[in-house]
């Protein structure tokens, strides 16, 4: 597969990346999911059909007023594009993702557990300016490896309880393939200032002999 981005800022990333693979993180999980927005609970409806002819209108159905649709989108619109935001939600979901699948219910006990190794990194969807959000795991330490019932208690004990999580947007799960493919693919969009690698999130292997000129 090939990525044409060659930042340094994105050379960086992946030479970072590779380190930490070096070093002993072996991500054998992949997850995605996308984020909750209001307009998921409406239906598309297609008001015109003009053949081809020129662009159809489309329109928003929905039982709300429309006074309180387009308040709300706002709002949703600022906080899904806010990076800000976004780094609050993402702690959410990964404190339920090591409360329910590595069974640790208090993360902030660090005395107490071995912290799990794990990397998030955030994209914008395409033509737009909100995110979506992968997730490299390690198994080990998992309550199972199964990736049949790491779907199920994503879908159930994770989904439910992280509101910023997407009710319509299946959460993607699968076992890593390519530790390389994924480290390019997950830095595709590096650059320009924008780092899609959270580090504020992500759990690392401390010790680093590479040097990083990241800017």
């Known amino acids: 597969m090939t990525y044409t981005s060659n930042t340094q800022e994105r050379q960086g990333t992946i030479d970072f990346i590779r380190n930490q693979f070096s070093l002993g993180f072996k991500p054998d999980i992949s997850l995605a999911y996308h984020y909750s927005h209001p307009n998921e609970n409406g ?5 015109t059909d003009f053949k081809g002819s ?3 209108r489309y329109s928003l159905q929905t039982t709300e007023s429309l006074w309180n649709v387009v308040t709300r989108d706002k709002y949703y619109d600022k906080i899904r594009s806010d990076y800000d935001s976004l780094i609050k939600d993402t702690k959410k979901v990964k404190n339920l993702i090591l409360h329910y699948l590595y069974g640790i219910p208090r993360p902030n006990q660090t005395w ?3 912290p799990p190794l794990l990397m998030f990194f955030h994209e914008k969807n395409r ?5 979506h959000t992968h997730v490299l795991l390690d198994s080990t330490g998992m309550v199972t490896d199964n990736i049949i019932d790491i779907k199920d208690i994503l ?3 994770v ?4 509101q910023c999580i997407s009710e319509r947007k299946d959460i993607y799960a699968d076992y890593t393939r390519d530790f390389e493919d994924s480290c390019f693919y997950l830095t595709k969009q590096v650059g320009s200032g924008f780092c899609g690698l959270d580090w504020t999130n992500s759990n690392f292997i401390p010790k680093s002999n590479v040097d990083l000129d990241i800017a």
């Open 43 to 47: 239906r598309i409806l297609k008001e």
């Open 54 to 56: 020129k662009p159809d």
């Open 112 to 114: 107490k557990y071995e």
């Open 127 to 131: 033509g737009s300016s909100q995110f």
């Open 155 to 157: 879908e159930t004990s």
């Open 159 to 162: 989904r439910t309880r992280a």
